[in-house]
């Protein structure tokens, strides 16, 4: 397939493309306010403050919030895929076992190894990796093994 | 602020063929030229200006000193945005006559970029100055701007509460039996709930025919205070009540994709104008898609969120319907260049002088303007009345 449009980066962001380099999935949080941030800032939204940020891993798993697939290419990187689906998932958000446990971040995201035009709000959904050229993996999410 | 400024000059500028002859800076002018007629003003009487690119660029151009001015982006809804401003910096004393000008030409653009030999602007996502996060998280995933961020609050609309397609074709449909009394409408011909759930699918649920136009157009406006207004050439229509209110810049950033910022500038201006949903006589709510305008009905009040797929199938919103809606045929199929909140004051002011001919809403006193910019991204609501309304 062609090669997507690679995403730029952010001293915020850093982290976060570093874990993709391992297919790991990480989550920016504010200790301070027990609160997951997306996209992650050089500081709390709420707090204001950079000193309590940290990451945490996220399990990978999410579920579809909303989706649509896309009969026409955005741009010329997206020719081949058509037709595709692109989802807002709420991603695990690394939270444990705590009284976060079930914190969530919403990103948007592409939904694949499956028919698109079956993609659902509520499908359950677990991260996959694409490799962008620098090493880095871009984020995508397919749907889940059944849990035991 | 209630009733202190008031819409005293309206123009617009669109084409049967979506094209027009004139672009930029010309088309400004001619927009400019025909508000001043309309008002019965010259352009000396202007000392505030807003203008979406740069209001220095524009003011230079004319030779204008403004003491009052706004370059303001929030898209598509920076013009009822603008009222707003104009109509609070005239309240404050900053300024007496605002001008308010656009004109956008994608379709006249690329035919001259043809004409020259050069390649046709690429259409994509405004650039935006400063960090992006846009390219660094949405754009890879290949969403196409704008239909796509729509599509999704379509989407979680649909799965949260319900609605289908049929529900938000029948805005279209309801649309174009507007334009057909429209002479000046672009797409005049009729539809049928069918037609829509027919054509192509762009960015699942919606269909070509939820999506807008794309067209060339242009507009003008001109605010004054109410006392300078009632000694000028029309009726003046007054600003009873405008809040805006922005929650997100991208899709993905949105708290909650099946509630608007509407939901807090309509009820802010309505509160301002003393009104109710049920006093409003026009509705102008900016219908980029279907979807837009179902969200609207919920946000400003009038059905119960959630409730705007089986509000469409019960109240008529067409032609002699109990909630006259988008009586210039709508961005669906009067004219939409990009940026279509112009058109919403132009269409509201017109309704209420009684100019509308074949379409007019008869004893329309209260029209509201609800302007939508982005993706959903930044709301602004003008309420706008009558001298009986006051």
Not at chain 2, 70 to 78: A, C, F, H, L, M
Not at chain 2, 130 to 150: D, F
Not at chain 2, 237 to 244: F, Q
């Amino acid at each position: 397939m062609t090669s997507r449009f690679e995403p730029p980066t952010t001293d915020a962001s850093d982290p976060f493309w570093a874990a993709t380099r391992e297919q790991r999935y990480v989550v920016q949080w504010c200790t301070t306010c027990a609160l997951p941030i997306f996209y992650p800032r050089e500081v709390c939204p709420a707090c204001l403050s950079a000193g309590a940020l940290e990451w945490r891993e996220s399990s990978g798993r999410g579920t579809v919030y909303a989706v649509s697939v896309q009969h026409r290419p955005a741009n010329p990187t997206m020719a081949d895929r058509v037709p595709y689906a692109v989802a807002l998932v709420e991603v695990d958000a690394g939270g444990g076992t705590g009284d976060r446990a079930g914190a969530t971040i919403r990103v948007m995201s592409n939904i694949v190894g499956t028919d698109p035009l079956a993609v659902k709000v509520g499908d359950e959904v677990s991260v996959g990796w694409e490799p962008l050229s620098d090493g880095r993996n871009l984020a995508v999410f397919a749907p889940a093994p059944k849990r035991a | 602020m209630r009733g202190n400024a008031a819409i005293v000059g309206v123009t617009d500028a669109v084409s049967p063929t979506g094209e027009l002859e004139l672009t930029g800076r010309a088309l400004e002018a001619q927009m400019v030229r025909d508000v001043l007629d309309d008002a019965g003003l010259s352009l000396s009487d202007i000392d505030g200006v807003c203008h979406h690119g740069s209001s220095l660029q524009f003011a230079e151009y004319l030779g204008i000193t403004p003491t009052f001015t706004d370059s303001t982006n929030t898209g598509g809804s920076v013009f009822e945005v603008y009222l707003e401003h104009a109509a609070a910096a005239i309240n404050a004393g900053l300024a007496e006559c605002v001008l308010v000008v656009f004109a956008q030409t994608p379709r006249a653009g690329r035919t001259a970029a043809k004409r020259r030999g050069e390649s046709p602007p690429q259409r994509g996502r405004p650039m935006m100055p400063g960090p992006n996060p846009m390219a660094e998280w949405e754009v890879p995933y290949g969403l196409q701007g704008p239909v796509g961020s729509y599509a999704l609050a379509a989407s979680r609309h649909m799965a949260e509460y319900g609605t289908t397609p049929e529900q938000l074709a029948t805005i279209a449909v309801k649309t174009r039996e507007w334009a057909s009394l429209n002479p000046r409408a672009k797409s005049r011909d009729p539809l049928t709930v069918d037609d829509v759930l027919a054509s192509d699918m762009v960015a699942s649920p919606l269909h070509k025919l939820d999506c807008c136009l794309v067209t060339d157009g242009a507009g003008a406006f001109i605010v004054t205070s109410a006392e300078r207004a009632r000694s000028l050439r029309r009726p003046p229509v007054y600003v009873l009540g405008a809040a805006t209110a922005h929650d997100h810049m991208m899709i993905s950033q949105m708290p909650d994709l099946t509630t608007t910022p509407g939901a807090i500038s309509g009820p802010k201006a309505f509160a301002m104008a003393g009104i109710k949903a049920a006093d409003v006589d026009v509705l102008m709510g900016y219908d980029s898609f279907t979807i837009t305008q179902l969200l609207h009905f919920e946000d400003l009040g009038f059905c119960a969120k959630g409730e705007g797929g089986p509000f469409v199938e019960s109240t008529d919103i067409g032609p002699g319907g109990a909630l006259p809606t988008n009586t210039n045929g709508g961005g669906l199929s009067y004219t939409h260049p990009g940026m279509y909140g112009m058109f919403l004051i132009v269409e509201a002011v017109r309704q209420l002088r009684g100019d509308c001919g074949e379409r007019q809403v008869d004893g329309a006193e209260i029209a509201v303007a609800h302007g939508s910019g982005m993706v959903l991204s930044c709301m602004s609501t003008s309420v706008l009345g009558t001298e009986a309304t006051l």
